[in-house]
């Protein structure tokens, strides 16, 4: 088990699985000092893939009981942190509720709050990155690689009722897992959808090569399962082939980044746009630290820019 020490500052944790090696250890430090959190600190906390419950309560027993222990960002343990933890919190916001994650932790006027900030920072870096109505008009479809709490978000983002004539016209979602397959398609059963979804099991890449091959041209293909980044590898063979004029977005930004290579390889033939996770680091970081701290922190404009300009400089370090 881990020994947690009380924080003597103001502290937010990084509940991950290999924290030590993510740019937010640089970045954090020059963030603070920008939104003048000077003594504010920042600490990971690594687990394994799927650990003992009794671990994750640990952590989050030392966070609510400590007065300098703020709160957390969880990243991989989203879901089976909630599912630990759930009975721990004062209050679950409903999209936590909905999608059985928490992927922050926050306190406030004595309560332990748990958050879904997903939902929100995923869709700001897709709609920044496929601009307005993309989807419209278009047989595009939506294929999502992993069907953890980061796939939930995405998908919630996209198959919204309210998002009018600007959704995909098809969802696929592969997973080596039935039972996140089963997970994720009872939390779809209660959004207000017309998009058609499919759920294929996919336990060797040969079958995300073959869903490949059936998506239309100018589909999303997302790389949300982890490999690259908390395990070597992607989710799709080299000889993968991927639609013409295809978006192509891995949520990692660093580590073993063999999706991007694959797609940055067939980048000029196929007419790719090949989309790395950095903008989806910023703004799911930034959420984070506002709710936990208490802050605002702009989505856009000239002072979002500054903190993404602060921090490449901070993790070019």
Known sequence: MIAYTPATLPTLYFIGVTTGKSSIMKVFPAWAKYLRLETAVIKGIDFKLHDDPAAYREAVAFIRDDPLSLGALVTTHKIDLFHACRDMFDTIDPLAQLMGETSCISKRDGKLICHAKDPISSGLAIDGFLGEQYFSGSEADLFCLGAGGSTIAITWHLMRRSRGEDAPRRILVSDRSQERLDEIRRIHEQVES???????????TDANDHVLRQIKPGSLVINA??????APGSPLSNACQFPERSVIWDLNYRGDLIFLDQARSQQQNHNLQVVDGWTYFLHGWTQVIAEVFNIEIPVSGPSFDRISAIALEASER
């Open 194 to 204: 017309v998009v058609p979804i499919e759920y294929i099991l996919s336990p060797e």
């Open 225 to 230: 399962t982890g490999l690259g980044k908390d």
